[in-house]
């Protein structure tokens, strides 16, 4: 088990998240996540790399971990739903570790057919992601995340509130391998890309709190998912 860090991310823009194409896009992911609920299962194809301004090669290794709790209250009115997602990414050249936690959380009256809380801990004045604490990854066996995140209303003139976090994943039944290459010929150049991304079906549980301090992370949700993914760019220059 490896155990990192997080002290307040505020670090590059994630763009190449997800290399077979399970995992979300994290650039962008706060309002998405906070809008609609999101089922991992089944999810997969698709490819990807990465881009290297000081290399015509470049590779990179990511983990990542995915959950979605869902709740409704007693009276069947108020529909909750709160997504968290690890992620540990190294790059080379530079061999350059970049970690970030997303949370999102979503409460809808259907009664009244209003919205009643949508929040992320992307700071909507960088677009980046505000965490404290840190991430667990065992292969594709168990991860973790403790800590505190600001969460940010998005809605116009919206406040903040701080989240305690601590929810753990235990993967289960068999993995799912999804390897995808491409090879394109341009003008002047060709471009190759090698990705191969391995998921595991997990159950979530742990503790998210909301603006009333309550626990949203309940109850332990099937709804998850572990990933690990390797994937390679090679871009030749042809004169």
């Known amino acids: 088990m490896m155990s990192r860090p997080i002290a307040s991310v505020r670090g590059r823009p994630l763009v190449s998240i997800s290399v077979a ?3 979300l896009v994290l650039v962008g992911i706060a309002i998405g996540f906070a809008l609609h609920p999101h089922n991992v299962a089944g999810a ?3 490819g990807g790399g990465c881009f290297s301004t000081t290399s015509p090669a470049c590779t990179f290794q990511s983990r990542n971990a995915f959950a979605d709790f869902g709740s409704v209250s007693p009276d069947g009115c108020i529909f909750t739903d709160a997504a968290v997602q690890p992620f540990e990414a ?5 061999g350059t ?3 970030a936690v997303f949370i999102s959380i979503f409460k809808f009256d259907n009664c009244a057919g209003t919205q009643i809380l949508g929040v992320t801990n992307v700071d909507p004045s960088t677009g980046f992601p505000v965490f404290d604490g840190t991430v667990q990854f065992g292969k594709l066996d168990t991860a973790s995340v403790v800590g505190t995140a600001t969460m940010f209303d998005f809605a116009p003139g ?3 509130f701080t989240s305690d976090v601590n929810v753990t994943w235990t993967g289960f039944g068999p993995t799912t391998t999804f390897i995808d290459s491409t090879h394109v010929l341009g003008s ?4 190759t890309t090698h990705s191969k991304s391995t998921s595991r079906a997990a159950e979530a549980s742990g503790i998210v709190t909301d603006e009333t301090d309550s626990n949203v992370a309940t109850p332990p949700t099937l709804n998850a998912l572990l990933q690990d993914a390797t994937a390679g760019t090679i871009l030749i220059n042809q004169t």
């Open 44 to 46: 997969g194809g698709g």
């Open 90 to 94: 190294l790059n080379r050249p530079g």
């Open 188 to 191: 002047g150049a060709v471009f």
């Open 97 to 99: 570790t970049t970690l």
């Open 158 to 160: 919206g406040g903040t």
């Open 21 to 23: 194409g399970v995992l």
